[in-house]
């Protein structure tokens, strides 16, 4: 049974810090990439930050610079550090895992984790 286990979310004031951890079991983590999606009330799931299993990694241009996505294959763990956080940066955080060696599609999700920035 795939399971994705997203923690480390919270209420944090504007300017602050918090640290999301996703432990992934059941998959054989090293060959998945990996993607932290967020969405906010009223809005469409937007991807965050990704990283291949190659170690590629990418984010949306209004985290760059504030948020670092990395993986700990040894521990089957995916990791968003998010720094100087914004309002406009709450929402629910939910992680992904994808593997795509043609058919089938490997795709899971965790149950997310919120995020509140508000002082």
């Known amino acids: 049974q795939v399971q994705l286990v997203e923690s480390g979310g919270g209420l944090v004031q504007p300017g602050g810090s918090l640290r999301l951890s996703c432990a992934a079991s059941g998959i054989i983590f090293s060959v998945y990439n990996l993607n932290w999606y967020r969405q906010a009330p009223g809005k469409q799931r937007e991807l965050v930050a990704g990283i291949t299993s190659g170690g590629i990694i990418n984010y949306t241009d209004s985290v760059k610079g504030r948020f670092t996505i990395s993986r700990e294959n040894a521990k089957n763990t995916v990791y968003l550090q998010m720094n100087s956080l914004k309002p406009e940066d709450t929402a629910v955080y939910y992680c992904?895992?994808?593997?795509?060696?043609?058919?089938?599609?490997?795709?899971?999700w965790g149950q997310g984790t919120q995020v509140t920035v508000s002082s």
């Open positions: 992904n895992a994808r593997y795509s060696p043609g058919v089938p599609d490997y795709n899971y």
